[in-house]
Antibody, heavy 122, light 110 residues
Framework: QVQLVESGGGVVQPGTSLRLSCAASGFTFSNYGMHWVRQAPGKGLEWVAVIWNDGGNKYYADSVKGRITISRDNSKNTLYLQVNSLRAEDTAVYYC???????????????WGQGALVTVSS | QSALTQPPSASGSPGQSVTISCTGTSSDFGGYNYVSWYQQHPGKAPKLMIYEVSKRPSGVPDRFSGSKSGNTASLTVSGLQAEDEADYFCNSYAGSNNWVFGGGTKLTVL
């Protein structure tokens, strides 16, 4: 079965950097686009970034462009999110999610991980 | 694109139907019918409930249905059950590799 497991969250100081990982299993990782979606405490979901299956095409939400980098290692079935110059407003649960296109669910998030909490605080 | 607009709360008694709206602009929907809905129970990951406006993934009860008219999409939950109590988020593919979510609606089963 499809599993997505995030890691790398924690409490970090403003201005520092953090890299989140998402280990994927149960499907052919290299065939699927992958997203990061975040949710601030008590707030709604916010799409952050997408990387398509070969890693060559990446797109970001305007709100994070320039500070966030999405990447993947298809040999390790792992998705990454690098967040630089962390701010209080980056405090959120960060979910990795599979794009459903290869499964017939175009432009949707068909599987989600349990999320990694990032708290930006001094 | 700013977030799609959803009512913060909705409620209904067991067995009743409830409809949650999701309003945006024409650019939010990008001229596509790629509207999806997600259910999120407290402390849990979201779950895909509806895609392409009105289609249900396998395993989602047919009590859940979706529709869209103009720049407003809707999720209807019929025959409300206690386990339907959750937050519901709409999402739209806005084109050019950009997605936008709604602010979420907390559904309470009375």
């Amino acid at each position: 079965q499809v599993q997505l497991v995030e890691s790398g969250g924690g409490v970090v100081q403003p201005g520092t950097s953090l890299r989140l990982s998402c280990a994927a299993s149960g499907f052919t990782f290299s065939n699927y686009g992958m997203h990061w979606v975040r949710q601030a405490p008590g707030k709604g979901l916010e799409w952050v970034a997408v990387i398509w299956n070969d890693g060559g095409n990446k797109y970001y939400a305007d709100s994070v462009k320039g500070r966030i980098t999405i990447s993947r290692d298809n040999s390790k079935n792992t998705l990454y999110l690098q967040v630089n110059s962390l701010r209080a407003e980056d405090t959120a649960v960060y979910y990795c999610s599979r794009d459903g296109g290869q499964s017939g669910y175009d432009y949707v998030f068909d599987y989600w991980g349990q999320g990694a909490l990032v708290t930006v605080s001094s | 694109q700013s977030a799609l607009t959803q009512p913060p709360s909705a409620s209904g008694s067991p067995g009743q139907s409830v409809t949650i709206s999701c309003t945006g602009t024409s650019s939010d929907f990008g001229g596509y019918n790629y509207v999806s809905w997600y259910q999120q129970h407290p402390g849990k990951a979201p779950k895909l409930m509806i895609y392409e406006v009105s289609k249900r993934p396998s395993g989602v009860p047919d009590r859940f249905s979706g529709s869209k008219s103009g720049n407003t999409a809707s999720l209807t939950v019929s025959g409300l059950q206690a386990e339907d109590e959750a937050d519901y988020f709409c999402n739209s593919y806005a084109g050019s590799n950009n997605w936008v979510f709604g602010g979420g609606t907390k559904l309470t089963v009375l």
